[in-house]
């Protein structure tokens, strides 16, 4: 394995993040966010949604002093998780400030919704989506297509296909569900973001292990390698 010193942890050169630095210091936000040791998929830690808002108007938002971030043309993945039906939200092509987000995102939300949303200027809407069953038990595997027009689809093209998570050998299972749509915006934006859909419940919407997993010009995963 090739990679990074991350505090003694070598991490894969495709990872974003992970979070076993054990703390946020690369991310704006307002105080809803932390570092968690509970529920953790891979690694020791992982980032969890603090309190009940609805904070999708206060992201947890970061646009430098991490190994990597995604661009357009990239393969982008999250591991994902909504505890307490809040509405996990994994965002990219993030630009703006933390307050005035712009930025695309996977909403998450347990029981049968996954859909692709919007920031702009800090508001947010739905652009599309579909209803496969999500389990709040259940870890998924998030991935983003991110057309630069250099691969299968059009430039702006965006696509998202989620897979249950293996967490014995943390591989891929079955894909649970897909939905895409197409729209132009944030091509030059390269911030990663998070935030969390309704004020349902208390806390517990939990994310880990960013990653750009490949180009999507040639990017394949047969085995459903995570990370």
């Known amino acids: ?22 703390d946020l210091s690369e991310y704006d936000q307002t105080g809803e966010w932390g570092i968690t040791t509970s529920n953790v998929i891979e690694g020791q830690y992982a980032i969890d949604h603090l309190t009940g808002g609805d904070d999708w108007q206060n992201p947890l938002v ?15 993945a999250c591991l994902m998780r ?11 092509g993030a630009g703006g400030s933390q307050s005035s987000l712009d930025a695309f995102g996977v909403r998450l939300h347990t029981g049968d ?56 050998d943390l591989t891929r299972g079955s894909q649970v569900g897909t939905v895409s749509t197409t729209d132009t915006d944030y091509a030059s934006n390269t911030g990663i973001a998070f935030g969390r859909w309704s004020g349902n419940g208390s806390a517990g919407t939990i994310s880990d292990a960013v990653r750009v997993m490949g180009s999507v010009a040639d990017y394949s995963n047969p085995d459903g390698v995570i990370i």
């Open 82 to 92: 909504d505890i307490d039906a809040g509405g996990a939200i994994f965002g990219w």
């Open 1 to 22: 394995m090739s990679g990074n010193e991350y505090f003694g942890y070598e991490i894969p050169d495709s990872v974003v993040d992970n979070y076993e630095d054990g």
């Open 113 to 168: 919704e996954l859909s692709i949303v919007k920031w702009s200027n800090g508001s947010i809407s739905e652009l599309n989506l579909s209803s496969p069953t999500i389990d709040n038990t259940t870890w998924y595997d998030v991935e983003v297509w991110w057309h630069d027009g250099s691969g299968s689809e059009p430039a702006g093209t965006l696509e998202v296909f989620a897979y249950e998570v293996n967490t014995g």
């Open 62 to 76: 970061s646009y430098s002093g991490l190994p990597d971030y995604p661009e357009q043309g990239d393969v982008i």
